[in-house]
């Protein structure tokens, strides 16, 4: 578990404090998350997918949870995350990193806005149409095309 | 992509858990039934997990790993000593079936020692009762045999004169009766013998001829239990035996 921490924690604390924008909040939720995964470390399939993109959507959705002030929605073994390539390696990593920001960097910001309005703040696509004053089908083909956008850039 | 179009822009939301509503409804009764955009939705969430990487980069303070780790001890003393239960629990249960072995052991020697005991009081009854028998047999074969000599002690010069003896058990209605010197008598005559009650008519007791020597027994004779017996009786009556008598009794005798 040591390990397992010392090399994703900062995934896990990052995704939390992003959504929850308070740093005592991201550390319960870092550690609500590493001791899910201590109890239950078999929750997580190695042969779907990386644990980096797992811990980082479920601890998204364990933030999300807390932010609305509400019991867990999303139990970690629903959730199926696979990354390509895996992210152990730390050059890899390093180089995954900059490819998503950069893809993201170069989206339209009302594009980027959107995706990061739903999996970040956790509103849905009636909010943000609300909070932007966009129309709901703009919000949904927004979304869509963010999310295709960055497949294409992973070649998926 | 999905072939259902019209599905599509909810697929991307559903990843993100940003669809609501009548939509949300709508889309999950359509996942139930479309394998394609189940495939679909699978994908955006990889694609979901690009976007939650993205923010990568802050480093926790370093008493999250410390608590963290206490945590994750504390739990564990915990769950050994949720183990810990169920060992103590089965000692228990070992300890108490190696009592109970124990006690049934003792228990069965007791029962061992008992039984023992009971069979040992029975082979004596048996024993006793196994005496008891060869006496009867030997007594029942001496009353009977053919060569017993019968010797009728009487007083001074006294010819020997015909008698007999009955004893009578009345809770069982059993009878032994014994007789010397009896005269014989012609092939169709024979000598009944009667119970007679302190009142109502005498039972039929047994018939007998007496031997050449004049002796004769009744060994238990068919009759009625609980019946008392004031008198004892002989009568002469015809080969067949009667019912009652037919003649004067030649012997009768009272308790004495």
């Known amino acids: 578990m040591a390990q397992l921490y010392e090399r994703y924690a900062s995934i896990v604390y990052s995704v939390a404090l992003r959504v929850l924008g308070d740093t005592g909040a991201a550390e319960d939720i870092l550690q609500e998350v590493f001791m899910q995964l201590w109890r239950s470390p078999d929750v997580f399939d190695a042969s779907r997918g990386s644990l980096a993109g797992w811990l980082a959507v479920i601890t998204r959705n364990r933030a999300i949870d807390s932010l609305r002030k509400r019991r867990p929605e999303t139990g970690i073994a629903e959730m199926v995350v696979s990354i390509e390539p895996d992210l152990a390696g730390s050059t890899d990593w390093s180089r995954m990193l900059e490819r998503i920001r950069g893809v993201l960097g170069s989206m339209p910001q009302p594009q980027r806005s959107a995706l990061e309005m739903a999996f970040f703040d956790g509103l849905t696509h009636t909010e943000i149409a609300e909070r932007t004053g966009e129309p709901l089908g703009t919000i949904k083909t927004r979304i869509r095309a963010g999310l295709l956008t960055l497949r294409k850039a992973f070649n998926r | ?256």
């Open chain 2, 1 to 256: 992509m999905s072939a259902h179009e019209q599905f599509a822009d909810d697929l991307a939301l559903d990843a993100l858990s940003a669809l609501g509503g009548e939509d949300r409804l709508a889309l999950e009764k359509h996942l139930e039934t479309c394998p394609a955009c189940r495939q679909e939705v699978e994908q955006l969430r990889v694609d979901v997990s690009l976007l939650a990487l993205s923010v990568s980069g802050p480093t926790p303070p370093s008493r999250c790993r410390e608590r963290l780790m206490a945590a994750i001890a504390k739990e564990s003393r915990r769950s050994r000593a949720r183990l810990s239960k169920p060992m103590a629990w089965w000692r228990v249960l070992e300890w108490g079936a190696a009592v109970a072995a124990v006690a049934l052991v003792a228990l069965l020697l007791r029962q061992n020692r008992d039984m023992r005991g009971h069979i040992a009081e029975l082979e004596s009854n048996s024993v006793a009762q196994q005496q008891q028998l060869v006496q009867a047999k030997e007594l029942m074969a001496t009353l009977t045999s053919a060569d017993a000599v019968h010797f009728t002690l009487v007083a001074g010069k006294t010819p020997p004169q015909p008698q007999g003896k009955a004893i009578y058990v009345r809770s069982s209605g059993t009878l032994v009766f014994l007789a010397s010197n009896m005269p014989q008598l012609p092939p169709q005559k024979i000598y009944e013998l009667w119970l007679i009650p302190p009142s109502g008519a005498p039972i039929p007791a047994g018939l007998f001829r007496p031997s050449p020597r004049g002796s004769a027994t009744v060994i238990k004779p068919p009759l009625p239990p609980g019946v008392e017996a004031q008198t004892f009786a002989i009568t002469i009556e015809r080969a067949a035996g009667s019912s009652a008598p037919t003649s004067q009794p030649i012997l009768v005798g009272t308790r004495g």
